[in-house]
């Protein structure tokens, strides 16, 4: 065999031989995970959409599909909305091993001397994002110090600055970060997947995520947060991680103000209905009982049989239909 090369700028993917020379998947399983595995964020890739695009039938897709999970290489969870609807999210591994080894060591690397190389910063309350909780803000300076090797201009000392806030509102602020976090450093983790210049460790996923919440918190969407992370991207990005800060801290919208009036306006006096026409019997010969607007009323369809002899509505009465 003779490779035939040609340099490929964009629109590639790239696949590991651990997936492409697989000893236990079969052609269809290695051929439809290359093929999640070349789809952007949140495309479907549930048994349905596959046999669409695919001449394989559902059975034989679903069967690659389980193939992927005992590998290692798809995982489908089962999550509730907050609108109560089930759906199944699908998650797709570019190298199972390194992920799984990344995750076992993650226990042993959570406690980092990176907080101890330089005091806990804080931003000051001018400088800071209404929006933020101010809980998260030591996280972005130590992201700061490990970013740019130095203290970040403008930053005091937190033990100065910070203010201790009431415990109600702390646990509410807490409560409200992890409604979103998961969302969110899912979020952070798949941006490799749009652009590998933005390749983030797991460290740095769980340091911006409370960027993101924010976003999410403002009334923006999944699909409005990839979108202002990844378009028009320079084209060297030497720290993922410092581009991806500045542009959630910079280009974040403000909360959406509430609508005028709303909850406060109060409600319309409701006016009387009249009442209803009495009952009659109709005058036009055919004894049928209806309710008659006015003494000696014809019903409808003495009135479109005779039209020129029904009588006529006294003046300010309805006629019914």
Same mark, same amino acid.
């Given at each position: 065999m003779t490779h035939v090369r040609e340099y490929q700028p964009d629109q590639y993917t790239i696949v590991g031989n651990h997936l492409a020379q697989h000893r236990g998947l079969s052609a269809a399983a290695i051929g439809i995970a290359v093929h999640i595995l070349s789809l952007p964020e949140g495309a479907r890739v549930d048994i349905r959409s596959l046999a669409e695009r695919f001449p394989e039938g559902r059975d034989r897709i679903a069967c690659a599909l389980r193939e992927l999970e005992e590998r290692g290489y798809v995982e489908r969870v089962r999550e509730r909305l907050p609108s109560g609807r089930m759906v199944t999210r699908t998650y797709a591994f570019h190298a *199972?091993?390194?992920? @799984? =080894? @990344? %995750?076992?060591? &993650?226990?042993?690397? =959570?406690?980092a001397p990176v907080a101890s190389a330089a005091p806990a910063a804080t931003v000051p309350a001018a400088q800071a994002s209404p929006t933020i909780p101010a809980a998260?803000?030591?996280?972005? +300076?130590?992201?700061?110090?490990?970013? !740019?090797?130095?203290?970040?201009?403008?930053?005091? !000392?937190?033990? %100065?600055?910070?203010? *201790?806030?009431? +415990? =109600? =509102?702390r646990a509410e602020q807490e409560s409200t970060c992890g409604e979103h976090r998961d969302k969110a450093e899912a979020l952070l983790a798949?941006? @490799?997947r749009t652009d590998i210049r933005l390749t983030l460790s797991g460290r740095e996923v769980r340091r911006l995520a409370p960027l993101v919440v924010a976003w999410f918190e403002n009334g923006l969407g999944r699909a409005s947060v990839i979108h202002a992370l990844t378009d028009d991207l320079p084209l060297h990005v030497r720290h993922p991680a410092g581009f991806l800060r500045n542009r959630l801290l910079d280009l974040l919208p403000p909360a959406l103000p *509430?609508?005028?009036? +709303?909850? &406060? !306006?109060?409600?319309? $006096? !409701? %006016?009387?209905?009249? *009442?209803? $026409?009495?009952?009659a019997t109709c005058e036009g010969g055919c004894d049928r009982g209806f309710r008659a607007p006015f003494p000696g009323a014809w019903c409808r369809d003495c009135r479109a049989a005779r039209p020129g002899e029904a009588p006529v509505a006294p003046a300010g009465v309805t006629a019914l239909v």
């Open positions: *199972p091993a390194l992920t @799984r =080894a @990344r %995750r076992e060591a &993650e226990p042993e690397t =959570a406690a998260t803000v030591p996280d972005l +300076a130590v992201l700061d110090l490990a970013v !740019s090797g130095g203290p970040p201009s403008g930053v005091e !000392s937190a033990t %100065r600055t910070q203010v *201790p806030e009431p +415990a =109600a =509102a798949g941006l @490799r *509430p609508l005028p009036g +709303a909850g &406060e !306006s109060e409600p319309l $006096p !409701s %006016r009387p209905l009249p *009442p209803p $026409p009495a009952m």
